[in-house]
């Protein structure tokens, strides 16, 4: 007998499948949530993550708040995001 949905266990395999293959690319992941089913990883890294999973991005989405963007993409159905400064529109 199983506690869990039936889905969670295929949720968290590529969960860390996805944590795995950015910290191997030498991405680096700042905060993990389960929950959300999100990476956040390190602004500095995002270039290095575009060049190297440009081919299996996803749903690209930006959303502001205060100071920040956040940037957020779906890679094999994991969310991965990353905070980067709100640019100022010229007047």
Do not use: H, P
Not at 20 to 36: M, S
Not at 66 to 75: M, R, S
């Amino acid at each position: 007998m199983s506690i869990l949905a039936e889905g969670f266990a295929v949720m968290l395999s590529a969960f860390n499948e996805v944590v795995r293959e950015l910290r191997g690319a030498g991405i680096e992941v700042k905060q993990q949530v389960l929950l959300d089913n999100k990476v956040f990883i390190d602004e500095a890294s995002a270039d290095l993550f575009v060049e190297q999973f440009g081919d299996v991005l996803r749903g690209v989405r930006y959303s502001s708040a205060g100071q920040f963007t956040c940037n957020t993409v779906t890679v094999r159905g994991v969310d991965v995001a990353w905070l980067t400064l709100v640019r100022e529109q010229a007047q």
